[in-house]
């Protein structure tokens, strides 16, 4: 082993921190192995005095009983005589905290296949086509008239249908068809449905409305009659509506430019329509007691003869 040369400045240094770390070191052991005089032993020590598992707390325990005295017999006997009251301990379960985690998942709602109905069908159009009505429009109360109708594809087999009553119809080409209507379809005002059809239904045309309007009528009323013996040139008393005048007419006059006078009696006056054939029948009645009513006027005083002193 070489020798240290004590010459060099440097190898005394070191020579002296050697000794003063070996010095640190000897004294640490020594305080962590022995201590220094402490009457509490370390922390090393009671682990290493301290036994391990259950059997330590049983020789604890039953050290300082060995140092009690015995009890008597008498005291155990008292002991074994004492009732002993037991009080269960209550066990609640602990609340059960919310997880957050956990969240309410509705159920997959149920699919139900509804069946599809099926879109209604287009209605075929007509066979047959009705384009007009000549007349469209008729008065009731009215004659006869002839219909004629006019549309396109029409056949001699096809027929002219009013309200569902089939008329003796006359083919006169394929667009064109008439036939001749009864006074008595036409007796009320309303309307009229008028269809071009075969017997079997297999050609039919669309329908067309036929308008029946209510007649006019004579704007008079019958208030009186003035009649001779003869009986002959009667005379026959009407009041206007419109200006409440009294009117002297016979058989034959014509009232409003139209309304000719056929007959009169002391019930009711005729009368007929010259434009329309129209028959219209006046009740006798007292009329619109105006002043023009001859039935208000007073009647004069007659003086009889007598009166004559």
Request: proline fraction near 11%; glycine fraction near 4%.
């Amino acid at each position: 082993m070489q020798a240290v040369d004590f010459s060099k400045p440097g190898e005394k240094k070191k020579v002296i921190w050697a000794a003063v770390l070996g010095l640190v070191a000897v004294v640490f052991l020594w305080w962590t192995f022995f201590g220094f005089g402490s009457s509490k032993p370390t922390n090393t020590s009671r682990a290493a005095a301290t036994p391990s598992g259950p059997g330590s707390r049983t020789t604890q325990a039953a050290t300082p009983r060995q140092n009690q005295p015995a009890p008597s017999s008498e005291a155990l006997d008292a002991a074994q005589l004492t009732p002993i009251t037991y009080v269960p301990s209550s066990y609640s379960a602990p609340d059960v905290k919310r997880n957050i985690f956990a969240y309410y998942v509705p159920p997959a709602p149920k699919q139900t296949t509804v069946a599809a109905e099926p879109a209604p069908s287009p209605t075929p159009p007509p066979p047959l086509l009705l384009a007009s009505l000549s007349p469209s429009n008729v008065y009731a109360r009215s004659a006869d008239f002839k219909l004629e109708v006019a549309g396109d594809k029409f056949t001699p087999a096809t027929k002219i249908y009013v309200d569902g009553r089939e008329f003796q119809t006359n083919y006169i080409s394929p667009q064109q068809l008439s036939a001749n209507v009864s006074a008595s379809v036409i007796a009320a005002p309303g309307s009229r449905n008028i269809l071009v059809r075969n017997a079997d239904n297999s050609l039919y045309s669309n329908p067309a409305m036929l308008t029946i309007a209510a007649p006019p009528t004579p704007n008079y009323l019958y208030v009186g009659i003035i009649s001779p013996h003869t009986r002959v040139d009667d005379t026959a008393l009407v009041q206007d509506r419109s200006n409440k005048n009294i009117l002297n007419v016979h058989r034959g006059d014509v009232l409003s430019g139209r309304f000719r006078v056929t007959s009169m009696s002391e019930k009711e006056l005729v009368m007929i329509d010259t434009t329309l054939k129209i028959k219209h029948t006046l009740q006798m009645t007292e009329g619109d007691k105006g002043l023009g009513n001859p039935l208000t006027r007073p009647t004069p005083r007659v003086e009889s003869e007598d009166d004559e002193p």
